[in-house]
């Protein structure tokens, strides 16, 4: 480790004030991009199409959330009419969660207005600068996960 005690805590002080600003300007982007979809629900959505289709359990597992939350979060989903439940083929007892046509086109129009805007933002940096962000923030959420696990 380098630098005073000081200097790091001066660093750790600036950088929960700009992660706090970016959560703040995420969720505010969210509600712009797709007003009736919280973020939390955005998140939910993508993972499940990520992953080709998962269980609520996993969804709760996988960010920590109750299961009760994650409920609450994909029946609004399924009012919207993003997401549907479909019987696993090999346990019919268990549900598997699926974006619907309408949920891929909202995660789809959602994505290209986040990446234009992040295009916007981050257009004066160089490759070098992008790739080492990139692998900043990589490095910051594993860590993350190594210590949730």
Known sequence: MTGTPGEREESLDVIQRELTAFARRARSAAARLHPE???????????????HGCRAADLAAHYMLD????????????????????????????????????GTQALASTKAS??????????????????????????????????AE
Do not use: C, M
């Open 114 to 147: 986040r990446r234009a805007a992040y295009r916007q933002r981050l257009g004066d940096w160089t490759a070098e600068d992008l790739s080492q962000f990139a692998r900043y923030l990589l490095r910051y959420n594993s860590a993350g996960e190594a210590a």
């Open 67 to 102: 299961k009760s939350t994650v409920s609450r979060q994909i029946g609004a989903l399924e009012k919207l009419g993003l997401v549907e439940r479909h019987s696993d083929p090999a346990d019919h007892r268990i549900q598997v969660l699926r974006p619907t046509e309408a």
């Open 37 to 51: 979809l919280p973020l939390v629900s955005y998140t939910l959505l993508a993972h499940i199409d990520e992953q």
